[in-house]
């Protein structure tokens, strides 16, 4: 069964700290997203990968970083966590050609930033 | 950006009944995609249907796309109980790759 893996379902970190967010998929999947879901906001999409060592900013890229070092791993880095960053973070990944395909997701990371 | 919307927000029904959600959005695209999340987990793909399409079946769903109108509409027939959930929509537009997501339906089916 093809698997988005994501690191962590709960996790506490304090303000200012820098947290890391794991992605890991076993598809080949060429694309990889990171997203954040709020309450009455949805989904708004982070960052987003087609390649190794490739990124791109989305809707909502200030205050993170995100790094592509290998084609089945998508880290997402919040600098310096802040209260406003508690959240329900997503990774997805897709193959091929960008946008005709289904997004396979994680089950999301929980963040609550103290 | 982009995003699909959905109406109604919340629906409850009973078991074996219809489910019906519809989705508007605003530009046009390239295909538009539906998702189902249980309480607290990852969204699951459930059905995409490209924009020369105008009907599409999978199993208990059926998504219907009117391009004209710029809507589309998700219907769960003979619904269970575990097919309470949140359903969104989700659209990619034409020389955009990414996925634009609506803020997500509420469906509780009662035993």
């Known amino acids: 069964d093809v698997k988005v893996t994501q690191s962590s379902r709960y996790l506490v970190k304090r303000t200012g700290e820098k947290v890391f967010l794991e992605c890991v998929q076993d598809?080949?999947?060429?694309?990889m997203f990171w997203y954040r879901q709020d309450p009455g906001l949805g989904l708004r999409l982070i960052y987003f990968s087609y390649d190794v060592k490739m990124k791109e900013k989305g809707d909502i890229p200030e205050g993170y970083s995100v790094s592509r070092e290998k084609k089945e791993r998508f880290s997402l880095i919040l600098e310096s966590a802040s209260t406003n960053q508690t959240s329900m973070y997503l990774c997805a990944s897709s193959d091929g050609d960008r946008g005709n395909y289904g997004y396979t997701f994680g089950s999301g990371t929980r963040l609550t930033v103290v | 950006s982009q995003q699909g919307e959905e109406d109604p927000q919340a629906l409850s029904i009973q078991e074996g009944e219809n489910a019906t959600m519809n989705c508007s959005y605003k530009?046009?695209?390239?295909?538009l995609q539906w998702y189902r999340q249980n309480s607290g987990r990852g969204l699951v793909h459930l059905i995409l249907?490209?924009?020369?399409?105008r009907e599409k079946h999978s199993g208990r769903l059926r998504v219907t796309l009117d391009t004209s109108k710029k809507s589309s509409s998700l219907l769960i027939t003979a619904s269970r109980a575990a097919d309470t959930a949140s359903y969104f929509c989700a659209t990619v537009r034409y020389g955009n790759n990414r996925l634009a997501f609506g803020k997500g339906n509420q469906v509780v089916v009662i035993p």
């Open positions: 249907i490209r924009s020369n399409e």
């Open positions: 598809m080949d999947h060429e694309n």
């Open positions: 530009t046009s695209i390239n295909n």
